[in-house]
């Protein structure tokens, strides 16, 4: 079965650092673009960052540039997010997904394919 899971969450201080994982099972995250996402209360999910298994590029949403990074270890098929410089706008479930991806460069698609169940972040003094 085809699984993302989600972890890493938790409560942080505003100015905080976090480390979500997207660990995969039942397919190499290697093969697939990844896209890590943002849903905060009454507010419609947002893409964050995204990364291309084609070429290894890499994209951010202008609200987290310079201060989340995605990466992967494929030893471990999973795909992180690192965050900085947490702002209590960052809170919210953020979710992973994957899709097979078809074109080269820094970008997001607009569907995917699998997604994990989501963990809260919540930034918070």
């Known amino acids: 079965q085809l699984q993302l899971v989600e972890s890493g969450g938790g409560l942080v201080q505003p100015g905080g650092s976090l480390r979500l994982s997207c660990a995969a099972s039942g397919f190499r995250l290697d093969l697939y673009a990844i896209g890590w996402f943002r849903q905060a209360p009454g507010k419609e999910r947002e893409v964050l960052s995204c990364?291309?298994?084609?070429?290894?590029?890499?994209s951010y949403a202008d609200s987290v540039q310079g201060r989340f990074t995605i990466s992967s270890d494929n030893t471990k098929n999973t795909v992180y997010l690192q965050m900085n410089s947490l702002k209590p706008e960052d809170t919210g479930v953020y979710y992973c997904a994957a899709v097979t991806p078809w074109l080269s460069g820094a970008v997001c698609y607009k569907q995917y394919d699998y997604w994990g169940q989501g963990t809260q972040v919540t930034v918070s003094s």
């Open positions: 990364i291309n298994s084609i070429d290894g590029s890499t």
